[in-house]
């Protein structure tokens, strides 16, 4: 296991590297210039060299990216071109923001998921099986930034029974788990939960049709296991598949959706990437992306652990 | 609250949560009847910078510029029937050295204090000119210099004559020095040398200890402003709260405290106000403007300093180099149409200024809707409906200030095709628009575009008109993108800036004005309203002709 632990974050290494890599050539590729949020057009040529050399992109790109990895590595992000505060810190404040939203949409998307999947999957080619998946198809299908607005004209414009945006009655700041801010939660945690939902239970409905097919299922049932034995057993063989599913849902989620927390004003880290890019903010761009890389791996490895736990062939493979 | 409780069944499901709805509620109702509170939600998706020259353009300058902070000059924003005019401020007077026309005496305004109680006076002055111009200043910024200095080009340094006197020195005779100077917020700099000295010793760069202060300084903030900032969540909110012994008792605010609130996306931010999260929303979605209306909230609006048009190419090859034809196609735009299309939220332009403003001065040629005229125009210059002038225009698909370019874009293009125009759009990223108005028409970038969609603030008259029409701004010195200008619009440019009696200066701007109007560098198609939604309860609203508007003068019932 300890083994397996230790290749599994090995291959982490590289792949963090890769990421900063390639997220620094894309920012610098892209057209515009990287000091457009402090420097208007209006600003002299002159102004404009100064201010180069002031936030040092007058140097080459591989010295830029060499100094930042430098720094990356020692835990600074450096500084935000459009506010000068640390990138660091806006960023880990916004990852937990995200959390806090993805956590309660990829429960809620995992419970009703994994319902609709197995009962689809269960009661086959029925009328619950079509309802279910139809459900799910939906899920999938429908945009989800539309879905937030058409909630937030339904639930916030029309009803006022829930707040149209932000993350607490003053700000994120000094959460708690009471309704005067899990309020704020509902609208963007259900219209987040709304693809994992689908994703989930498309996944869950094909992997129970698929054991139940096997030959163990009807040996189960030779033996003269109930209904709810048999469903135990496939509880079981769904879970890893279903739990590994439900962890990269969770890894994209954090990765935080710009649509949606824009949408909701939720200051995350897709709210967060939204003004990097519109703004131009290199290294607040640079510095989100990659944590938010370092979180995915995380994830990721978090998951395999779980599933080698739940399933021990995994780790000997 | 009522209407909550009707719509809201009482089941044993929702009952906790509709009693706590309705707690939280109440005490919200008790404590605003004690205090005024007044939200607002931006367009902005970050609070812009607090530290006293702010970022995001001039709803920065708007937001935690102008409330927070006090310049020398100042905009007067108290009128909304005739064009905002510079008044004083921070200074009571200034005049040019009769001898040495670089050389200008403000005499500042006594008795003022920062929020913290230090005194402003010719020393706190002489140090906010340092923040942004002298790189061996303790105090320098990098990153306020570009939204700064790029405001008032022409200065170059300050000097201390006494307490409540200050020579300001420029590179060159500059008469619009005063009308640039409201761009410079004074910060505090006791306050901010306390931040300094909170910096831990074990950071020892100045630079660093500099910038750490700047950044302690953003989040407790201090001007002489009519509010002063009491609670800072980056990204999420921005809380002031009245400064009951500001220095001009016209503008002692009546509200208790402001909330600002960062909303870039105009459905949220229609949301928040129709559902009462906010009291005032920046630019509502425009097809949410009737029921806005319908649920009772006051739509404002008046023409804003803030031209939407097409900046012409005059590289060679250019079918814009023939007056005529670009005459024609500004008597070829429906604007009418336009602002139909618009929900009425534009002005029609006939110019860059609207006539009775102090710069109009009266052009010959005059901007309307007049197809025949301009078809007569095209025939002249050549081309008919068998044989249109092909013209490429880069523009973006959203952006700051940018209103709605592409349906406006595509009804322009519409209404030129009467008048024998083929238009092709080139369409990109707002910043990288932004990033090509510097690099001008012949630059690879302008992708064979003859014209380019930037809207653009006319406060001031070298961003109103010399920068686009004088020979010494041509890329990339400024963003004369279309490089236009000659010998005799560069000798209006310095009769402008070296005329020093305000009147005089003002002729000398309304006879510029009119010659660029007459040249047509420009296709002028819409002027911005700056149209925001405001509950009723919110009073004493007044939307100047200004990109700015006064909250301190603002009342709540």
Not at chain 2, 467 to 481: A, E, G, I, L, M
Not at chain 2, 487 to 507: C, G, H
Request: glycine letters at 6%; hydrophobic letters at 50%; proline letters at 7%.
């Amino acid at each position: 296991m300890f083994t397996y632990l230790l290749r599994r974050l090995s291959y982490a290494l590289p792949i963090m590297l890769g990421v900063s890599l390639v997220c620094f050539a894309l920012v610098h590729l892209a057209p515009g210039d990287p000091l457009v949020s402090i420097l208007p057009p209006d600003a002299s040529a002159e102004l404009a060299a100064q201010m180069r050399q002031l936030y040092g992109f007058d140097r080459s790109y591989p010295e830029q990216f060499g100094l930042w990895l430098w720094r990356a590595a020692q835990g600074d992000l450096g500084t935000s071109i459009a506010t000068g505060r640390p990138v660091a810190a806006e960023v880990m404040k916004a990852v937990g923001n995200t959390l806090r939203l993805a956590v309660v949409a990829t429960a809620i998307g995992f419970v009703l998921g994994s319902l609709f999947g197995f009962v689809a999957g269960f009661f086959r080619n029925s009328w619950v099986d079509k309802l279910a998946s139809l459900l799910s198809v939906l899920g999938v299908s429908v945009p989800h930034y539309w879905l937030g607005m058409v909630m937030v004209i339904i639930f916030s414009s029309s009803l006022m029974w829930l707040p149209a945006t932000g993350a607490g009655p003053s700000g994120s700041e000094g959460w708690a788990w009471d309704w005067e801010h899990l309020q704020f939660l509902v609208l963007p945690a259900v219209t987040m939960s709304v693809i994992p939902m689908g994703i989930i239970s498309r996944t869950v409905r094909a992997l129970v049709a698929e054991i139940l097919e096997q030959e163990f299922i009807v040996g189960l049932r030779a033996r003269g296991l109930t209904q709810l034995g048999v469903f135990r057993h496939l509880l079981k063989n769904a879970a890893p598949t279903a739990l590994a599913v439900m962890g990269l849902q969770l890894g994209y989620l954090l990765g935080g959706s710009i649509l949606i927390e824009t949408v909701f004003s939720w200051p995350g880290t897709g709210f967060l990437l939204n003004s990097a890019i519109f703004q131009r903010d290199l290294p607040l761009l640079q510095g989100t992306i990659l944590v938010l890389a370092l979180f995915f791996v995380l994830l990721n490895l978090i998951v395999d652990l779980l599933q080698t736990l739940l399933d021990p062939r995994i780790a000997r493979a | 609250m009522n209407r909550l409780v009707n719509r809201f069944p009482m089941s044993w499901l929702r009952a906790p949560a509709v009693l706590t709805l309705l707690a939280a509620s109440l005490a919200a109702t008790g404590s605003q009847a004690q205090e005024k509170v007044l939200r607002i939600a931006m367009t902005a998706g970050d609070i812009p910078r607090t530290l006293g020259q702010p970022d995001q353009g001039f709803e920065g300058n708007r937001f935690t510029g102008i409330p927070m902070y006090d310049s020398l000059t100042q905009w007067d924003l108290s009128k909304a029937d005739a064009p905002s005019v510079l008044i004083p401020a921070l200074a009571l007077s200034w005049a040019v050295d009769a001898k040495d026309k670089t050389k200008w005496v403000f005499k500042l305004r006594s008795g003022v204090k920062f929020h913290d109680g230090s005194p402003f006076n010719a020393d706190a002055v002489v140090w906010n000119v340092r923040k942004v111009l002298d790189k061996e200043a303790p105090q320098f910024d990098a990153s306020q210099v570009g939204v700064t200095a790029s405001r008032m080009p022409t200065l170059k340094s300050a000097r201390k004559i006494d307490d409540n006197t200050v020579e300001l020195i420029t590179s060159e005779p500059d008469s619009f020095l005063p009308i640039n100077l409201s761009n410079l917020f004074m910060a505090s700099p006791s306050h901010w040398e306390a931040k300094l000295k909170a910096v831990p010793a074990s950071v020892s760069e100045p630079a660093e200890r500099s910038k750490q202060a700047w950044a302690a300084f953003a989040a407790d903030a201090s001007g002489t402003g009519p509010f002063h900032m009491t609670r800072f969540v980056p990204r999420e909110r921005l809380e002031l709260a009245a400064n009951k012994g500001y220095w001009d008792p016209k503008r002692t605010p009546k509200i208790d405290k402001v909330v600002m609130l960062p909303m870039p996306e105009a459905n949220a931010r229609t949301a928040a106000l129709l559902s009462g999260q906010v009291d005032w929303i920046e630019a509502p979605a425009p097809d949410a403007m009737d029921q806005i209306k319908q649920r009772g909230f006051k739509l404002y609006s008046n023409a804003q300093p803030h031209v939407w048009p097409w900046q012409l190419s005059f590289a060679e090859g250019s079918p814009w180099l023939d007056k005529r034809v670009r005459q024609a196609a500004n008597l070829c735009v429906d604007r009418e149409g336009l602002k139909q299309m618009l929900n009425g939220m534009m002005a029609i332009p006939k110019g860059t200024v609207p006539p009775g403003h102090p710069w109009w001065g009266n052009p010959a040629f005059d901007i309307k809707y007049d197809v025949k005229a301009a078809q007569a125009l095209m025939s002249q210059a050549g081309f008919s409906a068998a044989k249109p002038v092909k013209v490429k225009v880069q523009i973006s698909a959203s952006g700051s200030g940018q209103m709605q370019p592409l349906p406006m874009n595509e009804f322009v293009q519409q209404s030129l095709k009467q008048c024998f125009f083929d238009v092709q759009f080139d369409v990109i990223e707002w910043n990288t628009l932004f990033t090509n108005w510097r690099k001008g028409s012949k630059d690879p970038s302008a992708n064979g575009s003859n014209a380019i969609n930037v809207s653009f603030a006319a406060m001031d008259p070298f961003f109103a008109m010399v920068r686009f029409v004088s020979t010494k701004t041509f890329p990339p010195v400024s963003n004369n993108w279309g490089y236009f200008g000659n010998a005799e619009i560069d000798k209006l440019v310095a009769d402008a800036r070296t005329s020093f009696d305000d009147k005089a200066r003002d002729a000398a701007l309304a006879k510029l004005h009119a010659r660029i109007v007459d040249e047509a560098p420009f296709v002028w198609i819409a002027h911005d309203v700056g149209p925001r939604a405001l509950s009723a309860k919110v009073k004493n609203v007044v939307q100047p002709r200004s990109w700015f508007i006064d909250i301190a003068t603002m009342t709540m019932d």
